[in-house]
Nanobody, 119 residues
Framework: QVQLVESGGGLVRPGGSLTLSCAAS????????MYWYRQAPGKERELVAV????????NYADSVKGRFTISRDNAKNTVYLQMNSLKAEDTAVYYC????????????WGQGTQVTVSS
């Protein structure tokens, strides 16, 4: 079955850096775009970054452009989110997602990893 397992979250001071990882299994990882989302307390889940199946195309939310980098290693079935210059407003649970299927598509989510930016 499809599994997505995030790791790498934690507590970091403003201006600091973290790298999140999402290990995938149960599908042909190299064939699908991968997404990072986040959800802060009391807010809706929002798209942070997406990478195409080959990693050649990436897109970011305006709020993280220039600070976050999404990348993937198709040999390791893993997608990463490098987060630099972290701000308090980046505090959230971060989730990775994959959308599978042809015609009827289904989203699969990981369990999330908490990122807290605080002094």
């Amino acid at each position: 079955q499809v599994q997505l397992v995030e790791s790498g979250g934690g507590l970091v001071r403003p201006g600091g850096s973290l790298t999140l990882s999402c290990a995938a299994s149960g599908f042909t990882f190299s064939s699908y775009a991968m997404y990072w989302y986040r959800q802060a307390p009391g807010k809706e889940r929002e798209l942070v970054a997406v990478t195409a199946s080959t990693g050649g195309t990436t897109n970011y939310a305006d709020s993280v452009k220039g600070r976050f980098t999404i990348s993937r290693d198709n040999a390791k079935n893993t997608v990463y989110l490098q987060m630099n210059s972290l701000k308090a407003e980046d505090t959230a649970v971060y989730y990775c997602k994959v959308r599978l299927g042809v015609g009827v598509r289904v989203d699969y989510w990981g369990q999330g990893t908490q990122v807290t930016v605080s002094s």
